[in-house]
């Protein structure tokens, strides 16, 4: 189990069983609900998830036709990304774990919209152009 929350700790959460899939986007979207480069994602089957605490402080923005982000409305802290493609499927943001997670981003997706300011180092991880097939859910 893995134990995350936003960073003034007014929404909490929990995370059944290990995390096994994780992206770095580099979507201007992303960017923006990050205020950063990209925005790292663990992806995992919906019913993993688990909110503890503070599910009233949890404010969804329609961000395209069919993609919620979901942020803290106190703190700010981005949380979730959810995409009505696929409704059994969360994506929750990596930096908002308590602890150590044992998956590390294995891939980088939307790298064609990487901010121009950005040197990505040759990491290895592969660079998708766009995203890879989010028809296909995560086994976890």
Known sequence: MHLGSCLCRAVRYEIDGSLRRSSHCHCSMCRKFHGAACGTYTSMKRERLRIVAGADAITAYASSEHVRRSFCSRCG?????????TPEVIDVTLGTLDDEPEVKPA?????????AWEDVPDDGLPRFEQSYPRETPPKT
């Open 77 to 85: 802290s981005s949380l979730f990304f959810e995409d009505d493609k």
């Open 107 to 115: 891939v980088h997706i939307f790298f064609a919209d990487k901010a």
